[in-house]
């Protein structure tokens, strides 16, 4: 399953979720802005989240989208 995240003002993000045990999973940003990672995971219901670290201290509202 292929993760992306559009947060252009970010400078970095991470995944976690139910797949990983707590753990972060880095997330590479293309020059358009948006963050990606790709798992391999079996036919399921899953729980994520995305942790994103900012350039400032506010961090701006971002558009979630999910491949499925």
């Known amino acids: 399953m292929e993760f992306q995240l559009f947060a252009p003002q970010n ?3 991470s995944l976690m ?6 753990q972060e999973i880095p997330m590479q940003k ?3 802005g948006y963050f ?3 798992i ?3 036919d399921g219901i899953y729980q ?4 994103v670290r900012s350039n400032t201290e506010s961090t701006p509202k971002i558009r ?3 491949e499925v």
């Not at 979720?17 to 707590?22: A, H, L």
């Not at 994520?48 to 942790?51: H, N, T, V």
């Open 11 to 13: 400078k970095a993000a």
């Open 17 to 22: 979720g139910c797949f990983s045990n707590g």
């Open 30 to 32: 293309d020059e358009s």
């Open 36 to 38: 990606q990672t790709q």
């Open 40 to 42: 391999d995971l079996a």
């Open 48 to 51: 994520s989240k995305f942790r």
């Open 64 to 66: 979630l989208v999910y």
